[in-house]
Nanobody
Framework: VQLQASGGGLVQAGDSLRLSCVVS????????MAWFRQAPGKEREFVAG????????SYADSVKGRFTISRDNYKNTAYLQLNSLKSEDTAVYYC????????????????????WGQGTLVTVSS
């Protein structure tokens, strides 16, 4: 299974970006999907997750109301829409897929996930 993340870039505070994560080599609908991020000098943190069926989502408090996670099960792709970006959103963003856990909803710990993308850098200038 391979995850390919893209869509990062350099933007100004208040701008928007859409990140994409294409999954290949597996059955996409079987995976909870999530986005994590890691800022310089900080630990990787959960950003958002979406259930296998796409029927439920969860967010970190720091991004609620600004970021939206979604998935297209026909395109094997998960998305993260980032709006009203702030300088503190600067980080490498990673997509992740959970196949093996028994969690009914996406976990918030990196250990809950089996597969990871390579990361895409988002830089927000103030």
């Amino acid at each position: 299974v391979q995850l390919q993340a893209s869509g990062g870039g350099l933007v100004q505070a208040g701008d928007s970006l859409r990140l994409s994560c294409v999954v290949s080599g597996g059955i996409f609908i079987n995976y909870h999907m999530a986005w994590f991020r890691q800022a310089p000098g900080k630990e990787r943190e959960f950003v958002a997750g979406i259930r296998r069926s796409g029927g439920g989502t969860s967010y970190a408090d720091s991004v609620k109301g600004r970021f939206t996670i979604s998935r297209d099960n026909y395109k094997n792709t998960a998305y993260l829409q980032l709006n009203s970006l702030k300088s503190e959103d600067t980080a490498v963003y990673y997509c992740a897929a959970d196949y093996s856990s028994s969690l009914l909803s996406p976990g918030t710990m990196w250990g809950d996930y089996d597969y990871w993308g390579q990361g895409t850098l988002v830089t927000v200038s103030s």
